[in-house]
């Protein structure tokens, strides 16, 4: 069992920028992947980004590339996603999630644990 645990969420202007975190604990040997995924009001649940859990092979997705910056802190199990440039369509719960299965690094089908959610908010 791993367990994730989100923090860093809030409210910010358009342009602003966030950084949330995740911290894994339990038995995160058996991760192979971590990453975001996003709500938004009214939708289903969406990639943002994800990284191997050794760290070497990160994906985004389209709406997120070049703005948003995932990164593990392997000491510490925790890992980060940096948002810049934030828009208002970036507004949602924002989840981490770990999977154990494989490589299909944006597919939330295929991620096993999942926090239980941080709110970022983004005004215009």
């Known amino acids: 069992q791993v367990r994730l645990e989100e923090s860093g969420g809030g409210s910010v202007q358009a342009g602003g920028s966030l950084r949330l975190s995740c911290t894994a604990s339990?038995?995160?040997?058996?991760?192979?992947?971590v990453g975001w995924f996003r709500q938004p009001p009214g939708k289903e649940r969406e990639s943002v980004a994800a990284v191997s859990w050794m760290g070497s092979s990160k994906h985004y997705s389209e709406s997120t590339k070049g703005r948003f910056v995932i990164s593990r802190d392997n000491a510490g199990n925790t890992l980060y996603l940096h948002m810049n440039n934030l828009q208002p369509e970036d507004t949602g719960v924002y989840y981490c999630a770990a999977n154990e299965r494989g490589s299909d690094y944006l597919n939330p089908s295929n991620y096993d644990f999942w926090g239980r959610g941080t709110q970022v908010t983004v005004s215009s």
């Open positions: 339990g038995h995160t040997f058996s991760i192979y992947a």
